[in-house]
């Protein structure tokens, strides 16, 4: 069954790091935040509400060592600051 994780309450203008996700099913290893941004920091901009995966809700970011904007799911960021 999968497992689904409440939405993280990261406010707006909170430093995070992407980081792994935990597993969504036994014997799953954790799941990597995407393509290169493993460990990169960004700047949450806003909170964009819940999604269907319960991934920890979406936000909208702003990527510190690119200056791209996007959005990205509260399961694969840690708050830093």
């Not at 920091?41 to 200056?67: E, I, R």
Request: glycine share 12%.
């Amino acid at each position: 069954m999968l497992k689904r994780n409440p939405i993280k309450d990261i406010p707006i203008g909170t430093l995070v790091r992407f980081v792994n996700a935990p597993p969504r099913w036994k014997g799953e290893d954790p799941r990597p935040p995407g393509h290169g941004i493993l460990g990169e920091v960004a700047v949450v901009l806003d909170y964009c509400g819940s999604d269907a995966h319960g991934w920890g809700g979406v936000y909208m970011l702003h990527q510190l060592s690119n200056s791209e904007q996007y959005m990205h799911w509260g399961d694969f960021m840690e708050i830093i600051q």
